[in-house]
């Protein structure tokens, strides 16, 4: 982890962050925010992707409880309603 130094200008009690990191000119700031800005695309398609897939097999469980108690149901002798 890259430590970053921080400088306190007494007069005007602001905060400046250094850190050989930091964009230098307007090209550099412009590449650092689109690649900021495409890792967090990739991150949210990420997670988008994991809750669909969560969603998909939470829809196949309850596809699968409702057979089951169906199944239960027709063994009892329980006749099922219709929805």
Do not use: C, H, W
Not at 19 to 37: A, F, I, R
Not at 42 to 57: A, C, G, P, W
Request: net charge negative; proline share 1%; glycine share 4%.
């Amino acid at each position: 982890m890259v430590e970053d130094k921080v400088e306190m200008n007494n007069d005007s009690e602001s905060y400046t962050s250094l850190n050989e990191n930091d964009p230098k000119n307007v090209q550099e700031l412009t590449q650092y925010v689109q690649s900021l800005l495409q890792t967090i695309q990739d991150k949210f398609q990420n997670m988008s992707d994991q809750i669909l897939t969560r969603i998909d097999e939470m829809g196949n469980r309850i596809d699968d409880l409702e057979k089951n108690i169906g199944d239960l149901m027709t063994q009892a002798g329980v006749e099922g309603t219709d929805k």
